[in-house]
């Protein structure tokens, strides 16, 4: 007898299960739309100028940094979306685009701060995007070598990455890159009894407190 569900019909062996004519049809149409699905979405055999097209827009026309609406559109999927498939797309399509706008990003240049368009990917990815993190803190402590503590700057763009950074990597990083600055900032301070000015050298210290 069958052992999918209760209809009593009489089946066969497939991979040591019996299955009946009707559960093995519907088995098989399963697996065939996920193969099909995964195949349009991935584009791994060009299956329709659909898929064509969307593996073109996710390998180049996709702009990484309006990263909003591609969420949007995988968060929708994600509930009938087998998850190895969804898997795929994260690590073949989105994370090689993601790798690679970090490369082209210049904290001294750019304009929107990294975090905007890396942050909402967190939900989705979370320790996937693990991998961007060395390239950009080695980045940004590329940025700092001529810094000093009277600016700001270096507080806004490292606040965001405080819970992201694993505690141990981010503990190293201002050791080595902001702790320096400020002792040499602290250095620079001038102590005067009779008249102290506290001045901007002791507050940029305290920003980082």
Not at 50 to 65: E, M, Q
Not at 84 to 90: D, G, M
Not at 134 to 145: D, S, T, V
Not at 175 to 203: D, R, S, T, Y
Request: aromatic letters at 12%; proline letters at 8%; charged letters at 15%.
């Amino acid at each position: 007898m069958c052992s999918r569900g209760s209809c009593g019909m009489s089946g066969f062996l497939i991979s040591e299960q019996p299955y009946c004519n009707y559960c093995f049809s519907i088995s098989l149409s399963k697996t065939l739309f996920l193969h099909l699905v995964f195949i349009t979405i991935t584009c791994g055999m060009g299956f329709s100028w659909c898929s064509i097209y969307l593996c073109s827009y996710l390998c180049s026309k996709w702009n990484v940094r309006a990263c909003n609406p591609l969420i949007e559109v995988l968060e929708t999927w994600l509930p009938v979306l087998p998850s190895w498939i969804t898997e795929n797309i994260l690590d073949q399509l989105v994370l090689p685009r993601l790798l690679q706008e970090v490369e082209n990003w210049n904290p001294l240049t750019d304009t929107m701060p990294i975090h905007a368009w890396l942050h909402p990917w967190l939900p989705l990815m979370k320790d996937k995007l693990e991998p961007l993190y060395a390239p950009i803190r080695h980045k940004i402590a590329n940025a700092l070598i001529n810094w000093h503590p009277s600016d700001a700057s270096a507080k806004v763009i490292l606040q965001p990455w405080v819970k992201v950074f694993k505690p141990g990597h981010l503990e190293a990083f201002l050791v080595k890159n902001i702790l320096p600055k400020l002792a040499m900032c602290m250095q620079e301070f001038v102590i005067n009894p009779h008249q102290q000015i506290l001045g901007m050298h002791i507050q940029s210290v305290y920003m980082y407190q």
